[in-house]
């Protein structure tokens, strides 16, 4: 019997096996990046926020390190980010827009969390500081990737996802691209116990043991289907 595969096959074979290990190694490459944000937010902890000015900030410079920003909540900017359940209890995540001091840019503040009223016509009334205020909190990425089922995502002051590329295109607001998750206590009455930044480097790895597996696949059907023709192509007459 001699294995003496197609060209074509094998060139189909061979592409589908680089494309997958590249791939891989791509999530691979992913998640590694990840871990270092992860050991990032583990070395941030503790450590003096950094204030954020007139200068636009850089978000590789701030990503999940504790920052602090000094101005004026926009309470008609304010929306609640729907379907966000803390310990059974279905509520909203209250996102208002702070201006601030020196300048006329803005940054999104992720306030806290309240529970939602009897109706989803009837939102929560949310108490906002008024005057200057000082915000401290977590840099979160401004525009994270979102998975959504449905096109439409905003009603009204009602959202289903925030980032700041939607919120600027709604409000055309001057924003940093980054957003505050708010840790200090401001006497607004929202929930602010935020779980850890999930970085996604579990996802990633899983989505890298999927691609090599693919490519093992691809593998062993090229070996069996190619097998399998040459035994027909020796069975005697």
């Not at 592409?15 to 999530?27: D, I, K, M, P």
């Not at 101005?71 to 702070?98: A, C």
């Amino acid at each position: 019997m001699r294995f003496k595969p197609a060209l074509v096959p094998s060139l189909v074979a061979a592409a589908g096996v680089a494309l997958t290990a590249v791939l891989g190694n791509w999530q691979l490459n992913r998640a590694a990046h990840k871990a270092q944000l992860e050991l990032r937010i583990e070395h941030a902890e503790g450590r003096p926020p950094l204030h954020l000015g007139m200068v636009p900030v850089n978000p590789v410079d701030v990503d999940y390190l504790p920052v602090q920003a000094s101005g004026q909540f926009k309470p008609d900017g304010t929306i609640y980010v729907d379907n966000r359940v803390r310990k059974g209890v279905p509520g909203f995540e209250v996102v208002t827009p702070l201006r601030i001091d020196g300048g006329a840019r803005y940054v999104l503040v992720k306030r806290g969390w309240i529970r939602a009223g009897p109706t989803r016509s009837q939102l929560p009334a949310i108490a906002t500081p008024a005057g200057a205020v000082s915000v401290e909190g977590l840099a979160l990425p401004g525009n994270p990737p979102l998975f959504e089922l449905s096109t439409r995502v905003q009603s009204g002051p009602l959202w289903q996802n925030v980032t700041v590329d939607r919120y600027r295109k709604a409000f055309d607001l001057n924003l940093e691209p980054i957003m505050i998750q708010q840790r200090n206590d401001l006497g607004d009455g929202l929930v602010r116990d935020w779980p850890r930044p999930d970085t996604g480097i579990d996802r990633h790895r899983a989505y890298a043991v999927q691609w090599f597996g693919l490519g093992v696949a691809i593998i062993v059907i090229y070996v069996v289907v190619n097998v399998r023709s040459a035994a027909h192509r020796q069975k005697p007459a």
